[in-house]
């Protein structure tokens, strides 16, 4: 059994930072990309970045710049720097991993920005 367990969101002012962790527990030998989503009220669910076991990373074009993706391959953890952030950042933030050929999803954790 794989489970995905979120942390790190909350309220922030715009312009502020925050930073998102995803640590995977369970039955894992190793994890291949990670990567994180985000889904605002009203809207599909959207990609914001990936990271492959090797440190390779993508970015959807609107999210670069702002947002940075990581990991630590040894702590079965990714993770998300979101930096100047803007009110129309706030959404349901979800990780999401690659676990011997199976998708496993976050809980999810909401990011408000608001003065």
């Known amino acids: 059994q794989v489970q995905l367990v979120q942390s790190g969101g909350g309220l922030v002012h715009p312009g502020g930072s925050l930073r998102l962790s995803c640590v995977a527990s369970g039955n894992i030998d190793s994890i291949g990309v990670m990567g994180w989503y985000r889904q605002a009220p009203g809207k599909q669910r959207e990609l914001i970045a990936t990271?492959?076991?090797?440190?390779?990373?993508k970015y959807v074009d609107s999210m670069k710049g702002r947002f940075t993706i990581s990991r630590d391959n040894a702590k079965n953890t990714a993770y998300l720097q979101m930096n100047s952030l803007k009110p129309e950042d706030t959404a349901v933030y979800y990780c999401?991993?690659?676990?011997?050929?199976?998708?496993?999803w976050g809980q999810g954790t909401q990011v408000t920005v608001s003065s």
């Open positions: 999401r991993m690659s676990i011997r050929f199976e998708q496993y």
């Open positions: 990271i492959t076991s090797y440190g390779l990373t």
